[in-house]
Antibody
Framework: QVQVVESGGGVVQPGRSLRLSCAAS????????MHWVRQAPGKGLEWVAH????????FYADSVKGRFTISRDNSQNTLYLQMSGLRVDDTAVYYC??????????WGQGTLVTVSS | EIVMTQSPATLSVSPGERATLSCRAS??????LAWYQQKPGQAPRLLIY???TRAAGIPARFSGSGSGTEFTLTISSLQSEDFAVYYC???????????FGQGTKLEIK
């Protein structure tokens, strides 16, 4: 069955960097675009970034543009989110989700990133 | 940027009754509208896409309608497992952008 599992979250100081990973299985990873979506504690959902199936296109929310980089390794069925210049308001659960052009059909359980001094 | 506004913020309904949740877009999104259900401590689950198409495995009591700027999610006869937070989400095709509503919490009356 389709499965995506995030990892790499933790506690990090403001201004530092962190890389999240998302391991995919149960589907042909290289045929699908992928996304990162986050949810601050007690808040709603916020789309963060999207990457095309072959990695040739990347798109970002304005709130993370220039600080976050989405990438993928299709040989390893893995999606990444490199986060730099982290801010307190980046604290959230980060979800990996599979793309179906206009919506997200499968989501992982998320990984918590806490930015705090 | 398209803003999605959901109403009400909280909806109290008794089991077995009908629930109607609304989502409004600040400009037309056509039929690029999806609905998700999220329970505490869980990831969101896709319910509806294309404004009215149920995702695989979603019970028939869930239905979506609308187009343009006004959308509705209806749950025809609430079951205990339906009490959760519901989000709508729109898609803009270029550059690709995705925006969620702030959510409607459906609680037991």
């Amino acid at each position: 069955q389709v499965q995506v599992v995030e990892s790499g979250g933790g506690v990090v100081q403001p201004g530092r960097s962190l890389r999240l990973s998302c391991a995919a299985s149960g589907f042909t990873f290289s045929s699908y675009g992928m996304h990162w979506v986050r949810q601050a504690p007690g808040k709603g959902l916020e789309w963060v970034a999207h990457i095309w199936y072959d990695g040739s296109g990347q798109f970002y929310a304005d709130s993370v543009k220039g600080r976050f980089t989405i990438s993928r390794d299709n040989s390893q069925n893995t999606l990444y989110l490199q986060m730099s210049g982290l801010r307190v308001d980046d604290t959230a659960v980060y979800y990996c989700a599979r793309d179906q052009l206009s919506y997200f059909d499968f989501w992982g359980q998320g990984t918590l990133v806490t930015v705090s001094s | 940027e398209i803003v999605m506004t959901q109403s009400p913020a909280t909806l109290s309904v008794s089991p077995g009754e009908r629930a109607t949740l609304s989502c409004r877009a600040s400009q037309s999104v056509g039929s690029y509208l999806a609905w998700y259900q999220q329970k505490p401590g869980q990831a969101p689950r896709l319910l509806i896409y294309g404004a009215s198409t149920r995702a695989a495995g979603i019970p028939a009591r869930f239905s979506g309608s609308g187009s343009g700027t006004e959308f509705t999610l209806t749950i025809s006869s609430l079951q205990s497992e339906d009490f959760a937070v519901y989000y709508c989400q729109q898609y803009t095709n270029w550059p690709p952008m995705y925006t969620f509503g702030q959510g409607t919490k459906l609680e037991i009356k």
